[in-house]
């Protein structure tokens, strides 16, 4: 069965500071991976998506980026926190490949990350 | 205008109550509809998928209304246990992305 780990659970950070959040997925090949934010009282905010290792894409501008170094790793960082970056970070990892797939299983996350930065 | 949007509520039902939750989408390309429960302080987690057709997983059915452009969904008998966020998503066309509604407060009373 396929699982996926994202760590640290919970994470307070000083303004300024640079930050680092892995998740990786087991028990699958060439997942689509995915990090989310949901910022308090708000809604889910898709900030990056890879389909493969070394491809990215980046929905919103701002200080953060992702990478890819290997087919189940997805790493979050930021060279320097700011206050507005204090959220639930969420990792998720969905099928490649047919339509179908995707229409029944949709995503899965992992446990999240609860930043907050000060 | 927002890609999904939801009523944020709060509902706040009885014990056994059937309660309904609506979710429109822009986009009309859009393929793959879900539903997500959140509890508070956790990861969402799929509840189901909602098919062209309709579709029923115990007390909840899920709907789709591609004319309209909204999901439905709909729980009978609600129990203690019920009570979440629950999420409506919905994909683009082409690629993988999901965009998810901000959700809609449940609190089922004893």
């Known amino acids: 069965s396929q699982t996926i780990h994202q760590w640290p659970a919970t994470l307070v950070q000083p303004v300024g500071s640079p930050l680092s959040l892995e998740c990786t997925v087991e028990?699958?090949?060439?997942?689509?991976l995915y990090w989310y934010r949901q910022a308090a009282g708000r809604g889910l905010q898709l900030l990056f998506y890879?389909?493969?290792?070394?491809?990215i894409s980046s929905e919103v501008p701002q200080n953060l980026s992702a990478s890819r170094p290997q087919d189940r790793q997805f790493i979050l960082s930021s060279k320097k926190l700011l206050l507005s970056d204090s959220g639930f970070y969420l990792c998720?990892?969905?099928?490649?490949?047919?339509?179908?797939?995707?229409?029944?299983?949709?995503?899965?996350f992992g446990s999240g990350t609860r930043l907050t930065v000060v | 205008r927002k890609e999904v949007e939801q009523d944020p509520g709060p509902f706040n039902v009885p014990e056994g109550a059937t309660v309904a939750f609506n979710c429109t989408y822009s986009?009309?390309?859009?393929?793959?509809f879900f539903w997500y429960r959140q509890d508070c302080r956790k990861e969402p987690k799929l509840l189901m998928s909602v098919y062209s057709s309709g579709n029923e997983d115990g007390r909840f059915t899920a709907q789709l209304n591609r004319a309209s452009q909204y999901i439905s969904l709909l729980i009978r008998d609600s129990k203690l246990s019920d009570s979440a966020t629950y999420l409506c998503?919905?994909?683009?066309?082409?690629?993988?992305?999901?965009?998810f509604g901000t959700g809609t407060s449940l609190t089922v009373i004893p």
């Open positions: 986009n009309s390309a859009s393929q793959s």
């Open positions: 890879s389909v493969g290792i070394g491809q």
């Open positions: 998720a990892w969905s099928w490649t490949g047919s339509h179908l797939s995707l229409a029944n299983y949709g995503y899965t």
């Open positions: 028990g699958t090949s060439n997942p689509n």
């Open positions: 998503v919905v994909n683009k066309r082409t690629g993988n992305q999901f965009y």
